[in-house]
Structure formats: C-alpha cells, structure tokens
Nanobody, 125 residues
C-alpha cells in the first residue's frame, strides 16, 4: 500500500517536498514514479527513478525544478518541487513498477502496478 503526503496550499515560488511511503515493503525493490493529474486533464508523468537509483527520468516540464530521490533505507520516495507555479496545481501520485530491470525508469502509467492515493498540491498566484 503506497501513500503520498506532503501536499498543501502554497504560493507561487514556494517549494514542497512530497513523500511516498509503503507499508510492508521496501521501495528499493521497485522502479518508482511520480505522476500528477490537474483538474480536467489526464494523468501525466512527472519523473521516475530506477531500482538501483542510477537512472532518473523527468518529463521536460519538470527538468530543473523537480528532483526525485529515494532515502538510504529505501522506505521513502521523495519529490522535491521548487519554484512552484499555478500550473503545478494537481493531485500528485506515486507508483511502483514490479517489472523491468534494475535500470528501468518508466514514464508510462501502464508500466506501474501499484498506485498510492494522491496528495493535493494547490499553488496560488
């Protein structure tokens, strides 16, 4: 069971750190990804990290402001978002992929097997 947290109401220019935790499993066994869904839009890929933490993949709009990491105990998966804009307003979801190899960092939602409940991020201008 995955759970995303850390969202909230912030102002443009602020930063947030979103956290994904799992009960009963070590996140280091999976490729992990972050997705987001804005009102009236489809869920979109934000970024992903491979099982061995070597490969990180970001959508173009996330490069430079979004940073994905996994803590040393591999029980927490993080998304740091800097310089937030109103366009970042969305529900953010974390997901785990059981397939692929140690270098896989998937950007397609269909490659993820387990999804957490999202956390709402609202950015005011």
């Amino acid at each position: 069971q995955l759970q995303a947290s850390g969202g909230g109401l912030v102002q443009a220019g602020d930063s947030l750190r979103l956290t994904c935790t799992a009960s009963g499993r070590t996140l280091g066994d999976y490729c992990m990804g972050w997705f987001r869904q804005a009102p009236g839009k489809e869920r979109e890929f934000v970024g992903a990290i491979s099982r061995n933490n070597i490969n990180k993949r970001y959508t173009d709009s996330a490069k430079g402001r979004f940073t994905i990491s996994r803590d040393s105990a591999k029980k927490t998966f993080l998304l740091q978002i800097d310089s937030l804009t109103p366009q970042d307003t969305a529900v953010y979801y974390c997901a785990a992929a059981e397939t692929g190899n140690y270098y896989s960092a998937f950007n397609a939602a269909r490659d993820y097997d387990n999804w957490g409940q999202g956390t709402q991020v609202t950015v005011s201008s």
